[in-house]
Structure formats: C-alpha cells, structure tokens
C-alpha cells in the first residue's frame, strides 16, 4: 500500500509561517512529481505547488510567498509558507506521480490531507 504521510500543519495568524512535509513510502520510485494542493471549504481542490527534477510549479497567488522543496530522503516533498495569510486556509494534500513497485504505468497518488488555518 502506498501512504504519503503529511505533518506541520495547524493554526497561525495571517503572516506567519508554516513548513508542510511529506514522506512517501518506499514501495513508490522514480517519481516524476510531487507537490501539494490544497482544498477550502465550498472550492475545488486547486494545485499549490509542483516540483519536477528540474522545474517548478506555483499557483499564482502564492509565488513569493510559497517554496516547494524535495527533501533529502527521496521520498520527501516540502512546503514552505511565509506571510500566510486567511485565503490561505486550507486542507492541504500531498502528492506524488510515480511508479509503484508490481504495477505497470505511473499513477498519483495522495495523503490524507493536514489543516492549515490562518486567522486575521
């Protein structure tokens, strides 16, 4: 069974900072992507943020504010949030495309999501 395991949420006043982390299982490799998205109450779940092994991605309105990072075990994605603000409330969700041992093709696959709650 894959599991991304995501920590670091919680609560935070608007321009303060959280880190996001996300560890994958080992029965995952060669991944293509990883990243996170994020859903609000009422909304579609929307892409944040997006790493490649040589490119990345940013939802508009976090560039600046927002750094996606792979981590140094190669499972590993993290988001870093900096002068959060309310809009930023969100469940966000880890991501990962890849291969996964004992299956042909490459596939997404997904955390369970952590809170991140910003207050004005």
């Known amino acids: 069974q894959v599991q991304l395991v995501e920590s670091g949420g919680g609560l935070v006043q608007a321009g303060g900072s959280l880190r996001l982390s996300c560890a994958a299982s080992e029965s995952i490799f060669s991944i293509n992507a990883m990243g996170w998205y994020r859903q609000a109450p009422g909304k579609q779940r929307e892409l944040v943020a997006r790493i490649f092994s040589n490119s990345t991605n940013y939802l508009a309105s976090v560039k600046g504010r927002f750094t996606i990072s792979r981590g140094n075990a190669k499972n590993m994605v993290h988001l870093q949030m900096d002068s959060l603000k309310p809009e930023d409330t969100a469940v966000y969700y880890c991501?990962?495309?890849?291969?996964?041992?004992?299956?042909?093709?490459?596939?997404?696959?997904w955390g369970q999501g952590t809170q991140v709650t910003v207050s004005s």
């Open positions: 991501y990962a495309n890849a291969y996964r041992s004992g299956y042909v093709g490459r596939y997404d696959y």
